[in-house]
């Protein structure tokens, strides 16, 4: 189509991305545990969280970087225990994802998380795999489970993960790498990742969030990372942004929560313009959206609030999304068909 878009008001604009169907490629599902979710669950299965009411859960929410968060996000996670939390959990999440007019949602699941409190791998991934089933189902949303290893865990127990994931392949599409990213480069996991693309499992790996620009090209060389989540201290090396626009390699950015975890200190100076303006293959994303503020949708209408971002951009941030997907390519242009619909109408 052509591109444009210079007659459209910044309302307009705001109404139109609201509307357009776009793709979460980055979203934990733990992270999308509301406070008040979190405190129906611990009462029913009699786990009690560290703060006295949802109000104080969030009040917490004041991050001075990645681990602050995790810390958080992982005693929260304390409270899912049965199928059925799993399953209220994902529905809770798609349901708000329709209402985004997200067509396609490939989301994290953290089974560690879960398995070194007891909890069988079958519990989580039955409950979330019930929930993607039905949001198919009855909401018309497209969604898919990517196993992530957390990576201040050891190798070892990737692959233990990955040994007990085995029954449940048909689940999953593909792997992540997630967690603290200091001090623990990608290629402390090189081997696993082999071993899952061997199976045919896509790859994906959080990189250049809190690590350098090397641990980028880390993901990219050891793991076979065909996304980098985050991704936005590229610019801190001219010849690693030149290889991510060369390859089309996507970067899956999160503004709010790099402004939450201290990335950047203020939504107007988070560097989406420039990753753009460098030609790299961003598309925006909510991350743990519980956490941070607001879901896909709320950070497109924040950053063009607070950032030099055209009607232009944003139809390439959300193409981006639709084509960085692993949806089929008939999907992708189905999506993409879309997409030019609501902005022809614009
Ligand atoms: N787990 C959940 N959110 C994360 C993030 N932003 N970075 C690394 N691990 C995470
Ligand atoms: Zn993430």
């Known amino acids: 189509m052509p591109h ?155 692959f233990e993960t990955l040994e007990r994931s085995e029954p449940y392949r048909e689940h999953f599409i593909g792997v992540g790498l997630d967690s603290g990213e200091r001090g623990n480069p990608p290629e402390k996991f090189t081997g696993v990742f082999a071993k899952c693309r061997a199976l045919g499992l896509h790859a994906v790996a959080h990189a250049g969030e809190e690590g350098p620009p090397a641990s980028i090209t880390g993901a990219l060389d050891a793991l076979g990372a065909e996304r980098i989540d985050h991704g936005v201290r590229c610019l801190e090396d001219p010849a690693v942004v030149a290889r991510l626009v060369r390859d089309r390699i996507p970067l899956t950015v999160c503004p709010f929560s790099n402004v939450k975890l201290r990335v950047f200190d203020r939504l107007a100076d988070h560097n989406l313009p420039r990753l753009l303006a460098a030609g790299l293959r961003a598309s925006l994303h909510s991350d743990d959206p519980a956490y941070f503020g607001g879901s896909v949708n709320d950070n497109y209408r924040g950053s063009l609030a607070a950032l030099p971002l055209t009607a232009a951009d944003a139809y390439t941030l959300l193409r981006n999304s639709l084509e960085s997907s692993f949806l089929e390519p008939s999907e992708v242009i189905r999506h993409v068909t879309r997409l030019d619909e609501v902005f022809a109408a614009g």
């Not at 878009?5 to 999308?32: C, D, N, Q």
């Not at 109000?55 to 992982?74: E, K, P």
């Not at 209220?88 to 070194?116: G, S």
């Not at 993607?132 to 018309?140: D, Q, S």
Request: some cysteine.
């Open 4 to 158: 444009d878009f210079s007659h459209i008001s910044a309302a307009r604009l705001t109404a139109l991305v609201a509307a357009a169907p776009k793709a979460e490629l980055h979203l934990h599902i733990e992270g999308t545990l509301e406070p008040e979710l979190a405190f129906e669950i611990g009462r029913r299965n009699g786990v009690a969280l560290p703060f006295p009411d949802p109000a104080a859960m969030r009040r917490a929410y004041a991050f001075t970087d990645l681990q602050s968060f995790l810390d958080i996000y992982y005693a929260a996670a304390a409270v899912l225990l049965h199928e059925q939390d799993f399953f209220d959990l994902a529905w809770a999440y798609l349901v708000k994802a329709a209402a985004d007019n997200v067509a396609r949602a490939e989301i994290f699941f953290d089974p560690q998380t879960h398995t070194a409190r007891g909890v069988p791998f079958e519990t989580v991934v039955r409950g979330l795999a019930r929930a993607v089933e039905r949001a198919r189902a009855e909401l018309g949303v497209s969604a898919a489970l990517i196993m992530c290893f957390l990576r201040h865990l050891s190798e070892r127990e990737a």
